[in-house]
């Protein structure tokens, strides 16, 4: 696909319609600006798919045109594309201290780190890309050193917020930087993309600092360990928990790779406060007493290989949790782990814990990273963009994005609800929709990257609801009759011991519908294959209702 | 397993550790009587698994025991398991009259009404069986016509609640009978089964009535079409439904099998008021103006087959959802259904309708149907049990109703949270543990019950996740060679197009493994199938990190 000269050309690559696998692209003239490049976690309509990163089609298109992929903040929905990108096509990277940092340990792992261009950015600095200048100017969010983006070209002033909430009190800065963004809006905004995952949430989303008093009161009561799960992420709250250790004299363990990692990189650079003497290992708390010791543990979510899932089913080798135990869930649940969560919390009570978990009033132990509608309004306010484009959220929330747009003047027609992949053009001074390019999910599965099809994730689903059934004949070469006795052989469809009255019965089927081919049809390996699936199929359907994948094999000799 | 005599026996088949399958029993000398008998859905552990019923392996081992299954309510965690009981058992079936209306549908449509034995019993019944008596008492829920029972035996009284809050303003009677209870609980309750579904939340659930003017204000504000979904079997929020189309001239029309059964099965036997010329068929919808017609359907958990997602995704025959209509989802996700639903609110965006969900204030449309931590409070006050058996609820609700228990003076070593199979005994007026009974899942899958067993499911879930191969080598009988190149066929596992690599180096190896075999190996099976999955499996591995179910077949001619 080719753009006109002289166009601003705008579209979501991902973080539309869903939420996850941010990344959004900007394009000037000759000039591809990407900002993020998010994955996310597979549903169970994707059996067995590891990760899904959005589908870079029209970059590698256009590769001499992508300059810059700019990073807003270090989470996995904008950062987990990277290594799946970079794999294909090498962009400077433009990124705060710490998501960089965060970067690094992820190019790593995927053996990239050593011919990856990055560039630490911050809010003083300008990236300039073809007749496109970024700027930068600070959020705060459930991550430090995020920043939202100023993009400047000559068709008028774009900006990206990044994720953010206005947390006037952060628990360790920077601040939300108002001025800058009121300035911002004075010069003039043509188009806002702003994130919208709370835009369904009424009022104003409480400050960091909150939780950070019930965290240290619970320290404070628990008569033995005390064990606290959170997003490894989330390093105000990983702040909070530590100075909460410090306050009530107990040694930290850390538990859970990306603990241990986010912990070190954050540490590192600057951004937690963490005395040496503080952090002990997993197998020096026996020397402690129970009141002495604070676990800080992944697995918040209830991921099952996660470390608070093997601590409450007893699977971890060193450390165990004892009754008059207290556990603290630091977090909410995101839709879709609130089962595997509540399966956690049932286990950790079977083995006599004190859970703490929720963030309603009685708990508090969690608050949104994401700004709620009066924050929405807030954003909006101080950018006074002509046009918005509502994004990171599902359709729902881009709707009520609108909607909170509507509330503060600006008109309905120029809030664009766009799906990943349609583009809004700039030409002239007014937006339009512009043409599609290619969007959607890459899969990951293993070491392939989109390599999984729709057939592929057809028969996964077909395997997984009813099993199947493998039927091998053998045929002689010229007589073209079979052989010896058909083989059946089935799995995840019936328990073949108990079946054995089924079993023989297809067995004898298969036998008298080969008997009854005619010689012409026998020299057809789709009219046999065919004539087995049907004839057999019926016979299990009508005897079971289940209808396993049959899958005739025939063998020429 | 034989029970001594002169002992009362209480346990739980089902609905302890988990929300569903209801099944309780009580057991004095040589007589059963059981308590309910629901079903549940599979989670996405059991891949291809249609329902979850109660194992009853102790019921059919004491067959000629076993003189009465009395239901409390006719929801399905409690009636839905009854199909698959009778099929085995034959017991007489007691219930409330819109109880037994409502298992007379599942019974019909498994073909079993005209031999089952049912008895429709009321708040002054009484059923003897042996020296049990049984008596019942009214209770509010999200279905009339519930009841609590109470139970007298040699050994002490015994009072299963059922499900209930405390309903003071009912939209259509009776009322919570405050007095039966407490005259029950001064005759003396030696054990309380009672139920725990919403131990964690604090204070009083609000009325049902409460959403009825919420209904009403959305139907009178709707400007066109008004949809509304809830769960067929709460007959009060359908009632005040229906007020609310004919307090807004709207004709109704019915979406979905459940909704069209239990309508009319209440409306027949009385608790639905509904006028005649109310209901319209779907396909009359076109004769009038939108704004006098009002939808009700199933769907409100956001099932994918059901009526709500066929209109969300306009796969409807005779009835659209146009921009500006007003869809009203009166239900709260059950945990598991977050995602499905909110897909569905997303579609309904992206039709243009104006969409009201969710419980909050801003909505109102939802109220639950169980009492919070003050009702279940008041019920222990009212029945003040020497023993308390918390039931219907998993475990951190069970633990939370110990909790409560305690906090209104019933000592911690009183309150018996058991698992599925555990049975409580009373002798000589004190509860011990007993002896463990069977208890578990069964399965039904299509046509089986209970033939399902973990093999079958862990080869699913295995298919699922990477698919298979098959390989299938023909071995001469005499010589030990193979006779054709092997066949190598995957399903599930990667595009073939897109892997011919791949493919022709498993082919590959497959020949030389088998060739590098030595004679004695090539007599044994076993030794065949083992090298070809280790080696293939490796390779596979190692080029796709992929683990496909690797299934080697061999012929023998």
């Given at each position: 696909m080719k753009l006109a000269e002289n166009k601003l050309l705008i579209a979501a690559l991902g973080g539309v319609n869903e939420i996850g696998k941010n990344m959004y692209l900007i394009q000037y003239d000759q000039d591809i600006v990407v900002i993020d490049c998010g994955s996310k976690f597979p549903d169970e309509?994707?059996?067995?798919?590891?990760l899904i990163v959005p589908d870079i089609t029209y970059l590698l298109e256009n590769r001499d045109k992508v300059r810059a992929l700019i990073v807003t903040h270090g989470h996995e929905d904008h950062i987990g594309g990277i290594p799946y990108l970079l794999k294909q096509l090498n962009v400077p990277v433009y990124g705060t201290q710490l998501t960089i940092g965060l970067i690094k340990i992820k190019l790593k792992e995927h053996g990239l780190l050593r011919n990856a261009e990055l560039q630490v950015i911050n809010v003083d600095s300008t990236v300039h890309v073809g007749a496109i200048q970024a700027s930068f100017f600070a959020t705060s969010h459930s991550i430090p050193d995020c920043v939202g983006i100023f993009f400047q070209t000559p068709e008028g002033n774009v900006v990206h917020t990044g994720d953010f909430k206005?947390?006037?009190?952060?628990?360790?800065?920077?601040?939300?930087d108002l001025h800058r963004m009121a300035d911002i809006g004075k010069q003039g905004v043509k188009v806002l993309l702003s994130e919208s995952t709370?835009?369904?949430?009424?009022g104003f989303t409480p400050s960091e600092r909150s939780v950070g008093g019930h965290i240290l009161d619970a320290f404070a009561r628990a008569e033995q360990q005390v064990f606290i799960s959170t997003f490894a992420s989330n390093v105000n709250r990983v702040q909070q928990i530590i100075d909460a250790a410090m306050e009530t004299n107990r040694k930290l363990v850390l538990l859970g790779r990306s603990m241990v990692n986010v912990v070190s990189v954050a540490k590192d650079l600057g951004y937690l406060k963490l005395p040496d003497d503080l952090l002990i290992d997993a197998k020096m708390t026996e020397q402690y007493p129970p009141e002495k010791i604070a676990i800080l543990c992944t697995g918040s979510q209830g991921e099952p290989m996660a470390a608070l899932s093997r601590l409450a089913s007893s699977r971890h080798p060193h450390i165990e949790i004892l009754p008059g135990d207290t556990v603290i869930i630091a977090a909410g649940a995101i839709p879709g782990n609130e089962r595997n969560l509540a399966h956690v919390i049932d286990n950790l009570y079977v083995l006599g814990a004190n859970v703490i978990y929720g963030s309603g009033s009685s708990a508090g132990m969690h608050v949104s990273g994401h700004g709620s509608q009066e924050e929405l309004k807030l954003m909006l306010t101080l950018m006074k963009p002509e046009y918005l484009i509502p994004v990171h959220g599902e359709f729902r929330m881009l709707y009520q994005h609108r909607l909170l747009a509507e509330s503060v003047g600006?008109?309905?027609?120029?809030?664009f609800i766009v799906r990943n992949g349609e583009t809004v053009q700039i030409e002239a001074g007014t937006a339009l929709l512009g043409p599609k390019i290619p969007a959607g999910n890459s899969l990951v599965d293993g070491l392939g990257i989109?390599?999984?099809g729709n057939i592929v994730l057809r028969d996964r689903r077909h395997l997984s609801s009813d099993g199947m059934l493998i039927i091998v004949t053998t045929l002689s070469k010229n007589q073209r009759q079979m052989l010896v006795a058909p083989e059946v052989i089935s799995r995840g469809f019936v328990y073949v011991r108990d079946s054995e009255a089924l079993m023989n019965e297809i067995h004898e089927n298969v036998k008298s519908i080969m008997d009854n081919l005619t010689e012409s049809e026998m020299s057809q390996w789709n009219v046999i294959k065919q004539t087995l699936k049907d004839n057999i199929g019926r016979l299990i359907y009508s005897q079971t209702k289940r209808r396993p994948m049959i899958l005739p094999i025939i063998i020429e000799i």
């Open positions: 309509s994707l059996p067995g798919i590891d206005f947390d006037m009190s952060p628990v360790s800065g920077p601040y939300p709370n835009a369904e949430r009424p600006i008109p309905n027609e120029n809030v989109g390599d999984i």
